[in-house]
């Protein structure tokens, strides 16, 4: 029971923003869109402990594959939520047979490297992704054949909320389970995992690709969303947002990657009407702020003021 | 023959050689304890046979069969395991979780993504046993991190012989344990299945010789001598050693 507490309240926040913001919808969707990012992020850094600067490649290749099947062979948004997830999860498994062998420094520059790589890729093969023009000509049928896709975004949004209340839930029940409890080890200790007979290198290329499903389907969103896929969903800017997010809220437990999202992308977005040329400055400072307050994170405050209120008394 | 046999074993870190032509055999049933002066390489001989370093040369059979080639994880589902010396734990975990890992890798489930990791009714039998075995069923909930060394040491201990494994290595179980709680290393060794082979590495003499029906002892890498406690005892040459280079 407790653990459904989360959730309510991520839906009353859900349902609170849209009806405060009806104008912003757009914004929004793309706030949640990058928070389903985010958890792909957590699954790797936060509850397993791989590092990667590479979250990008399983994004975009997920938005790829989502916005050309809608052009090509089926424009059901599900259906190509499904496609995006998959061809992330590939992509994740064929590349993570490799990645996964290597670790810190390395493994950030390889990943780095082949979200490089499939950019150019993209690029190279624009008479099928459109290159540097983006891929365009996404037309989405409504949802369940039932909800059209309007102007102001009203089904989007509802849409990419469902889409991240099911992949919260999933990843929660994920950890919770025997294999999420062997990331968290794998996370402590890989060496006492492989003496307790568990086959650690499987293991991380297991949820390389469950992440890169994960990624998958937060690219194939965007795609559906903006009716457009370009080359910047390659952008080394992606993998590096989405893990300061993810450090700003907090790390290896999923809440913490909503709660990170939501502050960044909010802030990111005042700052930058405020001052447009000064926000990064705004955002830089506000990372400085809590890494060194609160360094388990925004999800981490509440805990902390506990902590400083007992002091006093 | 069944058991662990250990035939002409070498290594060599870059020019230091820390394992000498080592043959050793550890049957169903054996109670072995390996001594020797610190540096002597029992940690290092632990490690070839569990897989986490590879041997220059030599031989490691299992039952009769080769397994030199076995990954460290297929060796521990070949029923060999080891307690480190070093304490290595998952610190951030309870020791309920400590103890379900071992025990869910055991029965072949880390690998299943739905049902929670602490409801699988054998499982938490046997972590509560494990616990109160070790008298930490008080702290089962609490992060490793926060028990005091000597806990830790028997978490370490529980752990391996969640593994249920047929070849059992101790790597200084003892060690950082205080005297109050070192009865219980030695009644969880006693108390291990008759069946099971066990190697104790241990500096204590006192456990040693309470629980060891031979041993072997190791200087520079290679095997001194061999035999029972009484022999071990009487030998000048391993009095020499332990006068000589005394510790722990
Ligand atoms: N990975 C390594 N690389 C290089 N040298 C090593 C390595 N591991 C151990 N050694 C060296 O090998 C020798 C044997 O070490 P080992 O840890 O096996 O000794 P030990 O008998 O277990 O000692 P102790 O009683 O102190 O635990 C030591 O000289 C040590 O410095
Ligand atoms: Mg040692």
């Known amino acids: 029971m407790k653990s459904l507490l989360p959730f309510a309240l991520m839906a009353l926040v859900a349902v609170v923003a849209f009806y405060a913001f009806p104008y912003n919808l757009a914004f929004l969707t793309r706030v949640v869109i990058t928070m389903i990012l985010v958890l792909s992020l957590d699954l790797l850094i936060g509850v397993t402990g791989i590092d990667t600067l590479g979250q990008a490649a399983l994004y975009g290749t997920g938005a790829y594959a989502a916005g050309l099947f809608a052009v090509h062979v089926w424009a059901d948004p599900v259906a190509g939520l499904l ?63 039932t909800w059209q896709f309007d102007f102001i975004g009203q089904t989007g949004y509802i849409y990419a ?8 839930a999933i990843l929660k029940v994920v950890i919770g389970s ?15 995992m492989r003496a307790i007979g568990t086959p650690v290198g499987r293991r991380r290329v297991a949820v390389y690709t469950l992440a890169g499903a994960v990624a998958g389907i937060a690219g194939a969103l965007a795609a559906q969303s903006t009716a457009l896929v370009s080359l910047s969903v390659y952008d080394f800017q992606v993998s590096a947002e989405a893990m300061i997010m993810l450090i700003l809220g907090g790390t290896g437990r999923l809440w913490g990657a909503l709660i990170g999202t939501a502050v960044f992308m909010a802030v990111h977005e005042v700052a930058a009407s405020v001052d447009p040329f000064n926000w990064l400055f705004i955002i830089g400072f506000l990372v400085l702020a809590v890494v060194y307050a609160v360094p388990r994170g925004l999800i981490g405050l509440p805990e902390e003021i506990r902590r400083m209120v007992g002091r006093l008394k | ?82 307690t480190f010396q070093i304490t290595n734990l ?28 602490d409801r699988e009714g054998g499982v938490e039998d046997e ?50 344990v205080p005297s109050s709680e070192s009865p219980l290393i030695a009644e969880a060794i006693s108390g291990l299945p008759q069946d099971l082979a066990v190697l104790v590495i241990e500096h204590d003499m006192a456990l040693v010789f309470k ?25 000048a040459r391993v009095r020499d050693l332990y006068l000589g280079a005394s510790h722990g």
């Open chain 2, 90 to 117: 998952f610190k951030s975990l309870t020791v309920r979780d400590n103890l379900r890992l071992p025990l869910l890798e055991r029965r072949g489930l880390t690998g299943r993504l739905i049902r929670r990791s």
């Open chain 1, 178 to 192: 025997p294999f999420g409890l062997s990331l968290r080890g794998i996370k402590d200790s890989p060496a006492r």
């Open chain 1, 83 to 145: 496609v995006g997830g998959l061809a992330g999860a590939v992509v994740a498994f064929v590349s993570g047979l490799l990645l996964m062998r290597t670790h810190g420094l390395t493994l950030l520059m390889l990943t780095i490297a082949v979200a490089e790589v499939f950019q150019e890729l993209a690029n190279k093969l624009d008479w099928l992704t459109g290159g540097a023009d983006g891929l365009g000509g996404i037309t989405m049928n409504p949802v369940f054949g």
């Open chain 1, 161 to 168: 909320v469902c889409v991240l209340f099911i992949v919260t």
């Open chain 2, 127 to 176: 972590v509560e046993s494990l616990l109160s075995q070790f008298r930490l069923s008080d702290m089962g909930d609490r992060p490793v991190e926060r028990l005091a060394y000597g806990q830790q040491r028997l978490v370490e201990m529980a752990m391996t012989l969640a593994l249920k494994p047929r070849i059992l290595i101790l790597d200084e179980p003892a060690a950082g």
């Open chain 2, 1 to 82: 023959m069944t058991g662990l046999e250990v035939i002409g074993l070498n290594k060599a870190f870059g020019g230091l050689t820390v394992a000498r032509d080592i043959n050793i055999t550890l049957a169903p049933g054996d109670r072995k304890a390996l001594i020797g002066p610190n540096g002597a390489g029992k940690s290092t001989f632990t490690n070839l046979i569990t897989g986490i370093l590879e041997p220059t040369s030599g031989e490691i059979r299992l039952d009769g069969r080769d397994i030199g080639k076995l990954s460290e994880a297929q060796r521990v589902k070949a029923g060999i395991a080891k």
């Open chain 2, 211 to 235: 629980v060891a029906r031979r041993i072997v002892v190791l200087v520079s890498g290679a095997i001194l001598t061999e035999g029972t406690p009484e022999e071990i005892a009487a030998d």
